[in-house]
């Protein structure tokens, strides 16, 4: 009990005698975890976008005429079995009149005669669930009898999977280099900062402390930068993510944007973990070298 | 008990520092090491401490066979000695009480005995003023007493000192010496140092090694016993 | 000239001793030049992706069945006169309705009577330069006497829109961010770096050197860490950007995705005057604080 | 010529380190100034180099008014110094050699001048064969006499040194003094701080200041004049 005091007494002795280096470790390890915080909502946030905008899209596939009621049923059904079909509305001949009536506007009379002679066929709306499987749906919608053409905005749809595609691929990469640049800048910095006191933990060897000793204050001191670095970070993550966020949001009337308070936890719980974890192993690593006396 | 078997070292750079070191100092003896700048008095605290291995033969302490020794094992070597560096080595972000406090805690001391025993030995070498005193703010000497007072304050059954009176005037240098006597006289083991002629023909009823060049080129035995 | 060469030799002397030192600057300097160059070169590339679907984006307009020859082309003239119009192309009744049939694939015929009293109206396919104004222009359409109908795809316009407002929102953010972590790091090395080296500096001081005399190789060495972080920070942004980048191209048949080697020298300009300017910055900044004495 | 008028020194810590010092040294002298550990001897020779400045009163070396400088004009007050320090302040990653070079490269030297002059100031001091050493594989007497030879290097007109033999044995001792009387003789300032009473007696023809406790308690013109 009493060492574990003064272990923690060390420790916090030594942040704020070294409050320089200390502040710059919780500076940079901050800095790496709203980097890291920041690209994780970003991508969440694309995603969601994504995933409404792929929500209106549909496919508009047209029947043959000579299918019955329960040939029609039929089709319907097998649709819905597909996967990656989210929903799937019929639209009678009269409804597509009706709708090419409304875009034809005021110029609508023009289709007036045809209410009993309907040229046009009968249908179903389908929505995806997604669109990374787009065109194997719709090379499975055009194997299903009874369909005789299928009408697919494919550019828009494609365009959408690019640009996501690109997005992941942007997100990754960030990823990957922030993940590097943290543990680069954080090791460097707790580097520098042993170097500073490589004397200091020489002299400590030679009155007779042992390895642990000298280890369990850098352990803690490394844990409670390790905590307020991520604190820090979570504070500010949750300003930067509320403020310029929330005007997107509202200007885009897009409610999907928040992230949910469990979302918001399990980002607090991600960044303490993290910024322990990182604190307490860069201090273990930093402190092994200069042990070797 | 300290004991060198044909010790020999030789740094990395090839300078010879010793160059086959046969001497074996008894419990409770007080030997002065004397020899020429550069003769390798200071190799040998070095290899006392395990902070130089030797490059060949044996040093013993207290029944630790240095070059053998585990990395686990070294702290406790260290502990059953007090040492006075040639150059202090004090902690510089530490103040006067908290570098020798230091050397206590690391043997597990209790925070009790400390505070009792830290003030005592630092009164001892004339420094009761200066306790929160960072070693920048401390003069040369009083720097030097605060290395000597840490060497003291574990009661260790060894005193190594490496010229502890190069920097204090005479009449400390005086008192310090009487200190250690008395040390010594209590049974404590003491290997000092020194350039000082007129502490060595003061003291000169203890042992007199002198090093020339690597080797021991003299022992005059102590006339005390 | 002599004291040049030895200003020069100290640098490189300097810059050996304190290998690890050196190599953290350099790194830390390259990857943050590398993340700057990221950033542009990936928000370069969605701007053009995005430039490229709006120019595939269209508004359809109907036409009155009343308008004679003259009185289309003066619509169409109209139309292209709007600013942000890129292409007005006429689409006629008869060309409307064999896109109908087109549309209905093998029901074509359902529509076959219809060649003569074609129901459709005229119209025009309208391509424009970009979305910015998109809802500009479609109240600057409907005030054009003749057009009866505009048919758009406005959802998916104000998507795209939205997705790269975010995105620009991001790159701006990110940009930022970076930028100041990039400051951050660099002058925390560089602090560190000094601290180590201050009983260094002091010592100089104290054998009568001036302050510019000990400057001049941290200056030096600044720049030298600078030039060899940014030109690292190139060959590996190069390389990073031509594979994963190239395989999305290749991906995407998206040509305009690559680089001109204009924008490449660009970038190489870019790199070794931002890493310079930090290196010979960072080392005043730091010597600063510790010529004082 | 140096000149102390009722200086004062007051530590941010309130440790009075001087009190009312009235000092004055003629070009070509040579000044013992002894004192306990402590007494402030140290603080008299940082007040010379502007490392500290007096709390009161004014110090006035080679012309220069120490406590009225502009930054721009320290570093030409400490060219007409050579100083010795207590703790060596030897840069660590410079060898020997570079250490002893960088004093003369720092006043604008010649790099011609530069390969001639450092050798032969080492070689005085007896370190010809440590050249290529760094601080850290210098024993403790190695280092202060590279200390020396850095001051020595540049042929200032005042030589200052705090304890310049504190870590030489009596030999080499007595073979820097000659050095220094001799250097004195061609009419250089030299002002030496030492403990070593064995010096101060044998030299005694030259003046001796006592300091105590922040004030002059005596001062023992030379007799040499
Ligand atoms: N780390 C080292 N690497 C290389 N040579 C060293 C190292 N340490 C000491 N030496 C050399 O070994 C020799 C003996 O050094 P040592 O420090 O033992 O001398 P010393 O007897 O203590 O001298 P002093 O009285 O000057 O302190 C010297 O010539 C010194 O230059
Ligand atoms: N930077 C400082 N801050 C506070 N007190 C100081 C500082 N430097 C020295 N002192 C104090 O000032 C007094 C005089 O110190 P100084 O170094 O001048 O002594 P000295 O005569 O050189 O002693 P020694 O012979 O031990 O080197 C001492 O009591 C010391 O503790
Ligand atoms: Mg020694
Ligand atoms: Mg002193």
Redesign the interface.
Known sequence: M?RIR?FFGEALRSIW??RMMSMASIGVLAVCLILLGSSLIVSYNISNVIRQIEGQNQIMVFLNDDLDAAGIENVGDEITALPDVKECIFVSKQEALDEQKKALGSNADLLSGYDADNFLPNGYRISLTGMEHFSQTVQSLEKIPGIIKIQQHEDVADKLNNIKRIISMVGIWLFVILALVSLFIISNTIKLAMFVRK??I??????????W?IRWPFVFEGMLIGLIASLLAFGVQYYIYRIPLARVMTDLKLQELTLGSTNIALLLAAFVCAGIIVGVCGSLISVRKYL?? | MIEFIDVYKI?E?G?KALKGINLKIDEGEFVFV?????AG??TLVKLL?H?EKPSAGEVIVNGYYVSKMT??E???L??TMG?V???F?????MTAFENVA??M???GA??RDIRRRVPYVLGLVGLAGKA??HPS?L????QQ?VSLA?ALV?NPSIIVA??PT????????FEVMEMLDEINRRGTTIVMVT?D??IVERYAYHRIVTIDGGEIAEDLPGSNV
Chains 1, 3 share one sequence.
């Open positions: 009493e003064y005698k070294n004397r200091e020489n002299i400590m060897k030679f009155v007779g402390a042992t390895d000793f070797k006396v | 740094y750079n300078t004397r020899g020429a700048s550069g008095k200071s401490l902070e990395r686990q070294v702290p406790y260290r502990r040492v560096f040639q150059d080595r004090l902690i510089p972000n230091f050397a805690r690391a043997t209790r925070r929160r005193s703010q003069s040369g000497g009083e007493r840490r574990n490496d010229e190069g920097n204090i005037d005479p009449n400390l240098t350039h002629t007129t």
